[in-house]
């Protein structure tokens, strides 16, 4: 086979277990796609179709999956909304973070490193706000 030729194979491989997966978590029932296209179109920037995502989002799409399409590090999401608190910031703050540093839509697609990474950013966002406001703004 063609290197080409083994990435489509690759490609479609992947495709199927994303099908299979989605329809283990009850996104896919049946022929009904309606819960699958809206959670695709939700986390991929409006793509309604698993066939376009890049091989980058296919990834991200399959991690997401693993978990049962359930929040990945409940205390990771904890911690950032503890920090989003304390910059008084809406979890849409981290979300642009997140869409910034890995092209995610949502927190829900980020695995464990990047929910660190996030709480990184965060911290030296509430560190800059401490240096430029003189005091800690703890809740």
Same mark, same amino acid.
């Given at each position: 086979?063609?290197?080409?030729?083994?990435?489509?194979?690759?490609?479609?491989?992947?495709?199927?277990?994303?099908?299979?997966?989605?329809?283990?978590?009850?996104?896919?029932?049946?022929?009904?796609?309606?819960?699958?296209?809206?959670?695709?179109?939700?986390?991929?920037? #409006?793509?309604?179709?698993?066939?376009?995502?890049?091989?980058?989002?296919?990834?991200?799409?399959?991690?997401?999956?693993? #978990?049962?399409?359930?929040?990945?590090?409940?205390?990771?999401?904890?911690?950032?909304?503890?920090?989003?608190?304390?910059?008084?910031?809406?979890?849409?703050?981290?979300?642009?973070?997140?869409?910034?540093?890995?092209?995610?839509?949502?927190?829900?697609?980020?695995?464990?490193?990047?929910?660190?990474?996030?709480?990184?950013?965060?911290?030296?966002?509430?560190?800059?706000?401490?240096?430029?406001?003189?005091?800690?703004?703890?809740?």
């Amino acid at each position: 086979m063609k290197p080409q030729a083994d990435n489509a194979a690759q490609r479609k491989s992947r495709l199927a277990a994303l099908h299979i997966r989605a329809r283990e978590v009850g996104l896919i029932e049946g022929d009904d796609k309606t819960a699958w296209r809206k959670w695709l179109a939700d986390g991929f920037s #409006g793509i309604d179709s698993s066939a376009k995502l890049s091989d980058t989002q296919l990834a991200a799409a399959l991690n997401a999956l693993k #978990g049962g399409a359930k929040p990945t590090g409940r205390a990771l999401h904890d911690e950032i909304n503890r920090r989003l608190q304390a910059l008084d910031k809406s979890e849409g703050y981290a979300v642009g973070i997140a869409r910034k540093m890995f092209g995610k839509d949502r927190l829900q697609f980020c695995d464990d490193i990047e929910l660190r990474k996030i709480v990184a950013a965060l911290a030296a966002s509430q560190r800059r706000a401490e240096k430029k406001h003189g005091s800690p703004r703890h809740a």
